[in-house]
């Protein structure tokens, strides 16, 4: 395993600041991902060079896989996971690296008209599953929508993604793969297109790395594993500012934690110890990296 924290990529301070200029235009610009959201929080030439490019350059220096290689970045909600990525897919661009692709988790979120079925009528079982995990007990999962726990384990199709990642690690035929829009708050399929040239898909999610079936089977299909941590008490911080930019009130905001976000962020901590690589945000805001 590659332990360096600094690439090993012939590169010069030069041309680091030339990679972290053109990352940081195509990062300004949306282009980088499937989603084209617009990111103002850059990289500087130190992250590129001691963090982002040693996890691209150790995809590089490992043999030619004969289908692909995969590698995952697990985090609790908040924790930067999308930021990393995108920095990962600006930088790749950046240096030349034609060879990796990016894939997300939310784009096998459930769609909202399963998701809104009262009861879970049309998915009794995950219904069910969502209740045993809840702390309610006349205010059960079982009558209400399953849309109010959105981004929890059982409102993915976990099944999908599992076929879909074979079949991306198993051969270098082109698949289209869905992406989660935004706008429509529902994923979009064929929206990824994964062709024949791209030899690693970094793939990022909140649970992929919990074991318990089918995340465990998921799991076991990385090359490698990258799990991203922060404190709780930043992590809830961080999203109470998102949700009352998306104009919540505090009452949702406290609730809404108590059944979702909270339990997200402990289900996904958890999973933390089956990570080769954890990047940690310090209280100044810098990322740590620890190496298992």
């Not at 793939?203 to 709780?232: H, K, Q, S």
């Amino acid at each position: 395993m590659l332990r360096n924290r600094r690439s090993s990529s012939v590169v010069t301070s030069l041309s680091i600041e030339k990679i972290a200029a053109s990352a940081a235009d195509a990062l300004r610009s949306g282009l980088v991902l499937a989603d084209a959201r617009k990111v103002e929080i850059l990289p500087d030439a130190q992250q590129i060079r001691d963090i982002l490019l040693p996890i691209l350059d150790w995809c590089r220096a490992r043999p030619e896989p004969k289908g692909r290689g995969l590698v995952g970045i697990a985090a609790p909600p908040a924790a930067g996971k999308s930021l990393i990525v995108a920095w990962l897919a600006a930088v790749a661009h950046a240096a030349g690296y034609p060879e990796f692709g990016f894939l997300s988790l939310d784009g096998y979120h459930l769609p909202n008209a399963i998701l809104d079925v009262s009861g879970g009528a049309r998915c009794p079982q995950r219904a069910l599953a969502v209740a045993q995990r809840s702390e309610r007990t006349e205010d059960s999962a079982l009558h209400h929508s399953l849309r109010e726990l959105k981004g929890t384990p059982e409102t993915f199709d976990a099944p999908r993604l599992l076929a879909d990642l074979r079949a991306v690690k198993g051969g270098r035929e082109q698949k289209l793969l869905p992406a989660y829009s935004r706008v429509l708050h529902d994923p979009v399929e064929n929206a990824i297109r994964i062709g024949p040239e791209i030899s690693w898909v970094f793939v990022e999610g909140n649970f992929l790395f919990m074991d318990e079936p089918p995340w465990r089977e998921i799991r076991e299909l990385f090359d490698r594993r990258i799990f991203i941590d922060a404190g709780e008490e930043l992590l809830r911080a961080r999203l109470a500012a998102r949700h009352a930019l998306a104009g919540r009130d505090a009452s949702w905001v406290t609730t809404h934690f108590a059944r979702t976000d909270g339990p997200n962020i402990r289900r996904a901590k958890s999973s933390a110890r089956f990570a080769d690589v954890v990047l940690r945000w310090t209280r100044e805001g810098r990322l740590a990296v620890e190496y298992h």
